[in-house]
């Protein structure tokens, strides 16, 4: 069977492709640029299984060089994460431009991955959720709608944040959305529905509820988590937070972005409850309890074994969606800090220090001035440190790296380059090279600056100090350890 998969470097996209190739599928997967997709990750022999095209769903035209002769199409695309204002007006757009490109093909069944939305009252994001499924309800071909409420698993947004609150938080002061009921469920029951549906004709024109055991308030949920942890956690409701202090807060303390942050919270005021169980009946599963899915969460973690995560994703307006084509820094008029050192380590012990760069190890000197840092750019709107790495010792191009994002990770040439989304007045990079010869090894450093007007040329003075400070450290601590 043929499956056109969109998404597939998404969250869900990418856990959801290896079951449909290893249940004898061949896929198609629709990616905005072939660069980000994961190849080094699959044999030979699941390559032969999957095309990779190009295409955005903003952009009609860009569909025309997709496949005509598909069977099913999964839909697993969304602009959560968005921070512009029309963002349901975007996701309506592709949604439309969807339905024009499947009426062309032999697809015989559209699948939706939604948001439970059974509230009178809904937020931005899932009347956005729900205008969608109303878009792709147009298509000639019958349409499944799975809708789900908070996900859990590792890597996943609800999780993540769910991690950042107990784990940073002794006492929290919460608002009163503590209270509403949430249905969560687990990224493997998740893919065993996405799964269970494939041209099945009982959910055929047909919307479900998905969820997991157990229904619980966030409350509870963050008490869960507390358990499992073994933590002692004291939650303190208040009625005074309004709707955009509770987003400012979950932003601060989380590791999510502003616009994700305030989408979240305009949706938890919605109970996301299933209202029924009529899934159970066409697709029999095992159903996850919280505690269960978050355990598996942390079973990958522990393993490092962690396929996807929710912020990889580039959505943030900071940096170009076409972000790959930065592959060569720019020379004229940027400013450079560029530090050479000897090493004597062989390559690949060196590479490894340098692939273990961020996240909870650091950056091999003065962490709390990178926090620093990074809190600043937090109260400017910035992503901050927060995010750290989808893995402790793996990084691939497009990957987040706390405040920077993975352009280059070329582990045989020993070049990695990142890219910063933080908040700047002009444009950062950050390069390490490893040169060997038979004279000598060298790691070079290279911190480049391409400055926007007077304020990006003052800014570049301004932490000059701080770069004297660092750079020397940091460029030591990959080279030799120390």
């Known amino acids: ?287 996850l309890t919280y505690e269960e899915a978050l355990r598996m969460a942390f079973d990958r973690i522990q393993q490092r074994n962690v396929i996807s995560s929710w912020k990889d994703a580039v959505n943030h307006t900071s940096i170009d969606k076409n972000f790959l084509n930065y592959i060569e820094v720019p020379y004229f008029g940027c400013y450079r800090d560029k530090r050479v050192v000897h090493y004597t380590d062989d390559k690949r012990i060196v590479i490894e220090r340098l692939w273990s760069i961020g996240g909870e190890k650091g950056w091999f000197f003065g962490n709390w001035m990178w926090q620093l840092r990074g809190l600043a750019d937090k109260m400017v709107g910035g992503v901050g440190l927060g995010r750290g790495r989808r893995s402790e010792s793996d990084l691939k191009p497009g990957d987040a790296l706390d405040f920077w994002r993975v352009l280059v990770a070329d582990k045989e040439e020993g070049r990695l380059l990142l890219y910063a989304e933080m908040k700047l007045p002009g444009e950062a990079w950050l390069e390490f090279k490893l040169k060997e010869s038979p004279e000598e090894k060298i790691l070079i450093q290279t911190a480049t600056f391409r400055p926007l007007g007077l304020w990006g040329r003052l800014y570049w003075f301004a932490v000059l100090p701080f770069h004297g400070l660092i750079f020397p450290k940091m460029a030591r601590g990959v080279a030799i350890g120390k």
């Open 1 to 287: 069977m043929k499956i056109l998969l969109t998404g597939s470097t998404g969250y869900i996209g990418r856990r959801l492709l290896p079951v449909l190739v290893e249940d004898g599928h061949h896929v198609i997967c629709l990616v905005r640029d072939k660069r980000r997709f994961d190849f080094d990750d699959f044999s030979e022999n699941f390559l032969k299984n999957i095309e990779v095209i190009e295409g955005d769903l903003s952009d009609a035209a860009s569909l025309s060089t997709l496949p005509l002769d598909i069977d099913t199409a999964y839909y697993l695309v969304h602009s959560m994460g968005n921070s512009a204002d029309a963002f349901e007006t975007q996701e309506a757009t592709q949604a439309a431009n969807f339905v024009q490109y499947c009426n062309e093909t032999s697809c015989q069944q559209i699948i939706y991955l939604g948001g439970i939305a059974n509230d009178t009252t809904l937020s931005k994001h899932l009347s956005s959720r729900k205008e969608v499924e109303e878009v792709l309800k147009t298509a000639r071909m019958p349409l499944t709608v799975l809708r789900a409420a908070i996900i859990i698993g590792s890597g996943s947004a609800s999780f993540e944040i769910i991690r950042d609150l107990v784990e940073k938080l002794p006492v929290m002061v919460a608002p009163k959305w503590l209270k509403t009921k949430c249905q969560p469920i687990g990224i493997r029951n998740v893919i065993e529905y996405l799964r269970g549906v494939l041209l099945k004709r009982e959910t055929y024109h047909q919307t479900f509820d998905i969820g997991g055991k157990d229904v619980l308030s966030y409350h509870e949920m963050l008490m869960v988590y507390a358990h499992i942890r073994k933590l002692k956690r004291w939650i303190i409701p208040v009625p005074i937070l309004s709707p955009k202090l509770s987003s400012h807060w979950l932003y601060f303390v989380t590791s999510t972005s502003l616009p994700l942050a305030r989408t979240l919270v305009s949706s938890l005021r919605n109970e996301v409850v299933c209202q029924d169980d009529r899934i159970q009946a066409i697709v029999p599963i095992q159903r």
